[in-house]
């Protein structure tokens, strides 16, 4: 309350005379936003920076320490890269990236898995992170840098950024949402350093477009308590996202309420003046002297008002989650030892098994998942194993880093990457499990591999078959006389090619060769990857060389299971209808335990219970947005991507955005809706007070859709139970949105009631002209189901 009254003052003081393109209601001294949670920071926020000279406060907002002659002091926040794990540093856990912990549809995951990389950070003493990032949202499925992002759907990108900004800031540091706004690809995110034509390119979008889908998770992640947002390289409307008041301060500041510090992407800013006073609060200490700016104030194209604003946001992040107790520890150097692991690998392992999507499953003439101690199991592709050298590459902003990775991969590149301090390949993990099983496991880690013995009759492509006491020795005399491998004792390596098509039983060492391992084994798991990053965008959305691959094993397996790793939608229509292809296992960028995590769901440890976070299209001519290459980028397919885009016009995906199989099956009970507030649902606009996320009534729960789940089959798992709003026809909105879900584990038989709040912001669309989110009269429809195209029951609602 003490609070709240020193704003109105100082918007007395300051209000009336702030100038230009921050407008006073951008100001926290202006009152315009009820700061809530955020009183107590802003109170402490504003007694320090008042005891501050200009020159002082510059110092902040460039970066600098500050030792007051006030005795006030200020270091310098230790910014880092990274959410998923710290970028850089040893001794640290590689988490899941963002798109596979996106796939666990799992709030609590969400918010455990980013308050133990949270921690990890604080624990190294770094205060400010440059992540989560709902942006790129993923407009088009041959953006980079997917990997480190959500889902092209706003709703879950919204929960997801949300519950991960607050998860981090418990953990006791600063997250930065970013890249803000429309930053949806890598290509031309930057002018070229010696073709002085390029241009970085602007990303232009209407209002609708911007607040339907782009701003969507941005606004709850301010809810949230989100204190910090890094503003993008690319441009908006022609103008440097950062430098672009509009979109800084007129929508996160002034219609969101963001309380908290813009700082900029690496060259986001190029103004003194204009980057201050669109909204950009922290920058660069040679565009913002202290004689610059005081010269602006004193001259008129610059305020003491939007100084002493910027100076309160850069510091109120600090007193927000809690770094003024003094206890963390300083910043370590990237080579320190300090035990900050604590026992994240078991979360790690968990949230990875989690997160996998079980496509495909076809279990009819005892083949697919889960596995059963399978006798032989056959291993492709260099997905399986390790990498030649590892477990990391070099950082590698601006490279190709694509399109597939000649080794595992469990993380993107960029200033997202993992710092891994081990990596668990599945060839590992599935090693470990054969000689449990006391399963024969053989391999070859090569998406291309060709037995170069075949012409030569020797042993040129092969193994070595040193010794003679291999398990080939077992072979008995009737097999041997068939073999055409080295058998007992063999010395030669491989047999010749022509012969290489033996069965199961003549000897272990059949020349390696794709088909004839394929042809000898129980199971063949081929491991697929499709690799980007920061800095260059996807080639290609399926890999030839692959698709080869799996089409060459299920020549000869009839029980060939697929899995794959992708930073986006990765294409399976060349192979996935086979009839040998029995099962496909899907997923991100998953992090240290990668293997394990795979090689429990495969096992079934873990019943897999993941759901695609977008749409696998049959053909990549099927979505609507390619990478753009001209300086201006308009948005001009609207809100209509990923799955709002099929739904529109029609076109049949492979697999549906929601979809991800179980071992076990769920039914879904009728559905049901409760008004619980009628008062609410009859005005057309929100009428609360404007507070942090923006108007109050926004986020209000305003319908409970109800319904139950019961798991029908034999064996315990989690069914993800997805909510689609239709709307009436005047609101002009995509057929059905997601507006809600819920990760419900059931024992085998369980059955569970399910409730959805949905929320005003969830039933309103933008209305461009108000400008503002209104509600439409009519029906709406609330279907839930399995996946956007499996809606088991719906219910409609008047209003
Ligand atoms: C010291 O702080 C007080 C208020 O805390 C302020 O009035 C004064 O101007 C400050 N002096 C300097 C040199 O910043
Ligand atoms: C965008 O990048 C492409 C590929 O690097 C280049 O050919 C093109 O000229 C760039 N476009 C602009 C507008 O700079
Ligand atoms: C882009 O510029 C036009 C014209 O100046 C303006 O109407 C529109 O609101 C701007 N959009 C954004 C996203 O800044
Ligand atoms: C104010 O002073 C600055 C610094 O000298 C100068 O760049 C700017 O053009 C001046 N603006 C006006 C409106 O005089
Ligand atoms: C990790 O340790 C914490 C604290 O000891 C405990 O609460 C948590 O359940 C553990 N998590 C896992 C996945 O074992
Ligand atoms: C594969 O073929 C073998 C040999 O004919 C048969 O025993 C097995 O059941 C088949 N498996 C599948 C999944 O079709
Ligand atoms: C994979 O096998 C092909 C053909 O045998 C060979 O040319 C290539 O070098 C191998 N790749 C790796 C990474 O070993
Ligand atoms: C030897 O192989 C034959 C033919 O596969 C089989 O019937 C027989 O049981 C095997 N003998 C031993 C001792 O394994
Ligand atoms: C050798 O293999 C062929 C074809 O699989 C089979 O018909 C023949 O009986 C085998 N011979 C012996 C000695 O096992
Ligand atoms: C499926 O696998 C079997 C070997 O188990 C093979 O004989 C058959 O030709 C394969 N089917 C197809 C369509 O490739
Ligand atoms: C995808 O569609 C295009 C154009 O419709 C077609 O030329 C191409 O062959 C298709 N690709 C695949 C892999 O089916
Ligand atoms: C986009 C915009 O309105 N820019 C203005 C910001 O304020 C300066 C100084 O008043 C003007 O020169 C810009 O035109």
Redesign the pocket.
């Known amino acids: 309350m003490k609070a709240a009254a020193a704003f109105s003052l100082a918007s007395l003081l300051y209000g009336a005379s702030a100038a230009s393109n921050t407008t006073s209601a951008a100001l926290l001294s202006s009152g315009h936003v009820k700061l809530g949670e955020f009183a107590e920071a802003y109170a402490k926020a504003k007694a320090f920076v008042a005891g501050l000279t200009n020159a002082e406060k510059v110092s902040i907002i460039t970066g600098s320490d500050v030792d007051s002659s006030n005795g006030s002091s200020w270091t310098a926040l230790a910014n880092k890269d990274g959410f998923a794990g710290i970028n850089y540093q040893y001794y640290v856990s590689g988490f899941p990236m963002g798109n596979a912990l996106a796939m666990t549809w799992d709030k609590d995951y969400f918010d455990a898995e980013a308050y133990a990389s949270g921690r990890e950070f604080y624990l190294m003493g770094y205060n400010l992170i440059n992540g989560p990032e709902a942006g790129p949202l993923g407009r088009t499925p041959w953006g980079g840098r997917q990997a480190e992002a959500f889902s092209p759907d706003p709703y879950l990108s919204g929960v997801a950024l949300a519950k991960t900004i607050s998860g981090m800031n418990r953990a006791g540091v600063i997250a930065g949402g970013r890249h803000y706004l429309l930053n949806e690809q890598e290509t031309n995110r930057t002018t070229g350093t010696s073709d002085t034509t390029s241009a970085v390119y602007s990303s232009n979008a209407d209002e609708k477009t911007i607040h339907e889908l782009y701003l969507w998770p941005f606004q709850d992640a301010v809810q949230a308590g989100m204190a910090a947002v890094m503003c993008a390289m690319s441009h908006v409307n022609n103008t440097g996202s950062c430098e672009n008041s509009h979109i800084v301060s007129e929508l996160l500041k002034e219609e969101l309420g963001f309380p908290g510090m813009v700082f900029p992407d690496v060259n986001s800013q190029s103004t003194s003046y204009g980057s201050a006073n669109a909204g950009l609060d922290y920058g660069s200490s040679s565009l913002w002297t202290a004689d610059i700016l005081n010269a602006g104030i004193s001259n008129g194209s610059f305020t003491q008002a939007r100084l002493d604003d910027m100076a309160i946001r850069n510091v109120i992040g600090y007193y927000f989650v809690g770094l003024d107790d003094g206890k963390q520890p300083d910043e370590a150097g990237s080579t320190d030892y300090r035990d900050v692991r604590s026992n994240h690998s078991a979360l790690i392992r968990e949230v990875s098994a989690a997160s996998l999507v079980l496509l495909k499953n076809d279990v009819t003439n005892g083949g697919g998942l889960p596995l059963n101690r399978p006798r032989t199991i056959s291993v492709f592709g260099a997905h399986a194993g390790p990498a030649m050298a590892g477990p990391n590459q070099a950082f590698s902003v601006q490279g190709s880093s694509g399109p597939t990775y000649q080794g595992h991969l469990a993380s993107g590149s960029g200033s997202g990457q993992l710092s891994f301090s081990y990596l668990m390949t599945p060839f590992q993990s599935l090693t470990t499990r054969a000689a449990a099983d006391g399963s024969m496991i053989r391999w070859i880690l090569n998406d291309t591999y060709t037995d170069s013995s075949s012409s030569s009759g020797g042993g040129m492509g092969s193994p070595p078959t040193t010794g003679g006491n291999g398990p080939s020795g077992s072979s008995?005399s009737?097999?041997s006389s068939n073999s055409t491998a080295g058998g007992p004792g063999g010395s030669t390596g491989g047999g010749g090619g022509g012969n290489a098509l033996s069965n199961l039983?003549q000897g272990t060492a059949v020349t390696p060769s794709i088909t004839n391992y394929a042809e000898d084994s129980e199971v063949c798991l081929v491991f697929l990857n499709s690799f980007a990053g920061e800095g260059a965008d996807r080639e290609e959305l399926y890999n030839t060389d692959q698709d080869t691959l799996v089409k060459s094993v299920a020549s000869e397996c009839n029980n060939t299971v697929v899995v794959i790793n992708t930073v986006g939608p990765r294409l399976v229509d060349a192979w996935v209808e086979l009839e040998n292809v029995t099962a496909v296992l899907y997923g991100g960028m998953l992090g240290q335990e990668s293997g394990n995590a795979i090689a429990d769901v495969l096992y079934g440890d873990v019943n897999p219970s993941g759901k695609l976070i977008n749409t696998i299209a049959k053909n990549e001519s099927d979505y609507p947005v390619k990478i753009c290459y001209t300086a201006q980028c308009d948005f001009d397919e609207g809100v209509y991507i990923d799955y709002r885009h099929f739904d529109r016009y029609n076109v049949t995906p492979r697999y549906p955005f929601g979809h991800g199989l179980s071992y076990t099956t769920f039914e879904y009970g009728d559905v049901t809706a409760k008004k619980t507030n009628e008062k609410a649902l009859s005005a057309t606009y929100p009428s609360g007070p404007m507070a942090v996320g923006g108007k109050t009534d926004l986020f209000e729960t305003v319908i409970t859709i109800t319904t139950t789940l019961t798991n029908s089959g034999s064996r315990s798992g989690a069914e993800v139970a997805q909510l689609y709003v239709s709307y009436p026809d005047a609101a002009a909105q995509p057929i059905r949105q997601l507006r809600g879900f819920e990760k419900v584990p059931l024992e085998a038989g369980a059955k569970e009631t399910v409730s959805f709040a949905v929320r005003r912001k969830d039933i309103s669309y933008w209305d461009a002209e108000a400008k503002e989110w209104a509600l439409a009269t009519g029906t709406y429809t609330f279907a839930v189901g399995s996946s956007s195209r499996d809606l088991r029951g719906s219910v409609e609602v008047q209003i």
């Open positions: 008995n009737s097999s039983g």
